[in-house]
């Protein structure tokens, strides 16, 4: 763009830093209250404060995906040094996976954790351009660590030249980002803010780069594999723990199901009070306005919707109890039948689909249905869709 | 709060009974009393008071909290 009058690139950044601020206070009360209310252990009384709290916290990564993966993928003696620091924000977490060149097709991810057996650790790298990792929220202004996702790379034991290594697949690696004191960039990070989006704006979705960046063998998740001092690597036959793992992306789903419904019926609500307070229209005898609520159209493109939020809620809460009574299973070792697991992961998978794109869809509806005040940021619809929007395009792949 | 009169009357129409549907809703009586109460803290608390964040870093905003601490003078 030649004329900088017209470029507006800065004012699409304008007054983001005190809304992240703002919403960096409030997940702070909310941390606060979480302790004073007692509801360090309860996370059903936590997941509900935050959800009526209703705001874009630039925490949210750290409860919805870190501490779940170090809790499903990590040894008890791992969780053992990682929770208590995570519990006190000590360690601030954000979780690592997409990046530019792939996201949900994980067996196609480029970044390396490569071990070095002279120092006992993993180098960790992006090769290349593509292999940054893009759009982890939380990491672009908060974490201090990541849990990131890489291709493990052992030395190779069939051919045992130097700079031979054989691919493992891909692991969950904890990789320290920014300094604990002072907040800075540790060497060989590259980190920022993507920048701002249609909405979502306090949640600081971020990029990663990484140069040869050292982490000791520990940071690995070990309770499905782990790599020996002499860099064999062993995987451990735990089926539980790959089950569990599995389960701890459908309670986000769930979550994501149930959110549907909570999300499409705030904009119904809107909506709906909107409609029958908003006169247009004489009735036949001229004495009285009618409501707009009154219209059959009206009717026929809200009532549907406030159905179906209805719906999505319960059908979230359904699929909840199905992952809690398979966990259940699962943790006490009991036999839990393949169709089972495969049914919920079905289940929630297409509900996920499916509710997100109908909530999205009737936002819009909602707000096109309160004509021009829809359109006014005050009515909470603009802000509602802008920032449910992410909703139905994330997590796609698990 | 006063409710707007349309509202009120079309309220008075619901079908079911609107508290059971809550109870159920928020998965039994515990939770529902859970929800209320952190609910209304979060209600107390001004940092979570969204009305103006609409406004943020703008002169509106400005102008509005001047205008709140004069009406509270008077």
Request: proline letters at 4%; a neutral charge; glycine letters at 8%.
């Amino acid at each position: 763009m030649g004329a900088t009058f017209i470029n507006t690139s800065a004012a699409l950044a304008h007054s983001s830093s005190s809304r992240y601020t703002k919403a960096l206070a409030r997940a702070r009360r909310l941390k606060e209250l979480q302790a004073s209310l007692d509801l360090e252990h309860d996370k059903e009384g936590f997941a509900m404060l935050r959800r009526l709290a209703a705001f874009d916290d630039p925490t949210t990564l750290h409860e919805l995906m870190f501490v779940p993966n170090i809790e499903a993928l990590f040894t008890l003696e791992q969780q053992a040094y990682w929770l208590p620091r995570c519990a006190d924000w000590r360690v601030l977490g954000c979780y690592a996976q997409t990046e530019l060149g792939h996201g949900s097709n994980v067996r196609a991810l480029e970044t390396t954790a490569t071990f070095d057996a002279k120092t006992d650790e993993f180098v960790l790298t992006t090769p290349t351009l593509t292999a940054t990792k893009f759009w982890p929220g939380t990491m672009g202004k908060t974490a201090t660590h990541a849990m990131v996702i890489a291709r493990l790379r052992t030395p190779s034991r069939s051919a045992p030249s130097p700079g031979s290594f054989t691919d493992q697949g891909v692991h969950n690696f904890i990789v320290p980002l920014r300094d604990r004191s002072t907040h800075a960039l540790l060497p060989g990070v590259i980190t920022g803010d993507i920048g701002p989006k249609l909405g979502f704006n306090n949640m600081d979705n971020g990029f990663l780069q990484l140069r040869d960046v050292r982490v000791p063998r520990a940071n690995m998740a070990a309770r499905l594999a782990h790599v020996t001092s002499n860099g064999d690597y062993v995987a451990t036959a735990d089926p539980t723990a790959a089950k569990l793992a599995g389960l701890t992306m459908t309670a986000v789903r769930s979550s994501i199901i149930q959110g549907a419904g909570s999300a499409l019926a705030q904009a119904c609500t809107v909506a709906v009070r909107y409609s029958v307070v908003r006169k247009q229209g004489y009735t036949e005898d001229g004495s009285d306005e009618h409501s707009v609520f009154e219209y059959p159209t009206q009717r026929q493109r809200l009532l549907p919707l406030l159905a179906k939020s209805y719906c999505f809620w319960v059908a979230g809460l359904a699929v909840g109890k199905l992952m809690a009574d398979t966990e259940a299973l699962v943790k006490e070792g009991a036999r839990v039948p393949g169709t089972m697991l495969a049914e919920l992961h079905a289940t929630s998978s297409g509900l996920k689909a499916y509710c997100t794109g109908v909530a999205g869809d009737g936002i819009e509806t909602c707000r096109r249905a309160c004509g021009g005040h829809g359109y006014l940021q005050a009515s909470g619809l603009p802000p509602l869709l802008g920032t449910y929007l992410q909703t139905v395009t994330k997590d796609t792949g698990f | 709060m006063q409710v707007n009169t349309d509202l009120a009357i079309a309220r008075t129409r619901a079908h079911f009974d609107v508290e059971v549907m809550a109870l159920m809703l928020a998965g039994g009586s515990a939770k529902s009393m859970q929800r209320r109460r952190l609910l209304a803290i979060l209600d107390a608390d001004p940092l979570f008071e969204n009305r103006l964040d609409i406004l943020e870093e703008r002169v509106t905003r400005y102008l509005w909290e001047q205008l709140s601490s004069i009406l509270a003078q008077l």
